[in-house]
């Protein structure tokens, strides 16, 4: 299994530039989740999704969209870049709900943006 | 507003010592864990407790959730260089929309040896 892929790894945006961020995971887990990481803030988490087709928003879910039309792959996409988005973008999956003690979420290893 | 705080942010010691991070919050989790990060990598699951008092241990670590289910601490014995890495702890709220995990800011250790 290669677990959590996340493409690409670095990437450098304009200012109001739209991409999208690829998620796949080969471990038929239902839970997906979108989180971004800055310097002394932690992880934050974005968006979330329990199956296929259903998604929710997490803490900080503006200027980003999901879809979950396959259990495997979660994109995240930008839809018009801002400087205040420059992060380290990650993320996870599991085959529970990840707050669950039978449950392990698996991080992918990350994606750095930039936006200038 | 973080839900979760952690403390220390920072933490240097020599191989060796023995140190205690805290992850502490006014909220009620129905479960907490633990994840440590290299640099250029996701974060790792390293425990999840889920009952008021649980302590559990991992060679080393001492990980423990407070009676009230507010709060956790983790305790390394005899840190070694191989202990440095970032450690996050993350809840679970009580009574949250299944998948919705809350993180600390994490807690960066360096051990010298």
């Known amino acids: 299994n290669a677990g959590v892929t996340q493409t690409p790894k670095f990437q450098v945006l304009k200012t109001g530039q739209s991409m999208t961020l690829q998620c796949a995971q080969d471990?038929?887990?239902?839970?997906m989740s979108w989180y971004r990481q800055d310097p002394g803030m932690g992880l934050r988490l974005i968006h979330y999704?329990?199956?296929?087709?259903?998604?929710d928003q997490g803490e900080v879910p503006n200027g980003y969209n999901v879809s979950r039309s396959t259990t495997e792959d979660f994109p995240l996409r930008l839809l018009s870049a801002a400087p205040s988005q420059t992060s380290v973008y990650f993320c996870?999956?599991?085959?529970?709900?990840?707050?669950?003690?039978?449950?392990?979420?698996?991080f992918g290893p990350g994606t750095r943006l930039t936006v200038l | 507003t973080q839900l979760l705080e952690q403390s220390p942010q920072f933490l240097s010691i020599q191989e060796g010592e023995n140190l205690t991070v805290y992850c502490n919050s006014s909220?009620?989790?129905?479960?907490l864990q633990w994840y440590r990060q290299e640099p250029g990598e996701g974060p790792v699951l390293l425990v999840t407790v889920v009952t008021g008092g649980e302590v559990k241990k991992l060679k080393r670590l001492t990980f423990q959730f407070g009676d009230a289910r507010k709060d956790s601490s983790l305790h390394i014995t005899a840190a070694q260089p191989g202990d440095t890495g970032l450690y996050l702890c993350a809840g679970a709220e009580r009574g949250s929309t299944l998948g919705r995990l809350y993180f600390g800011r994490g807690t960066q250790l360096t051990v010298w040896p």
């Open positions: 471990m038929n887990h239902e839970y």
């Open positions: 996870a999956s599991s085959f529970r709900s990840p707050g669950s003690s039978r449950a392990t979420q698996y």
């Open positions: 999704s329990v199956g296929a087709g259903i998604t």
């Open positions: 909220s009620v989790f129905s479960s």
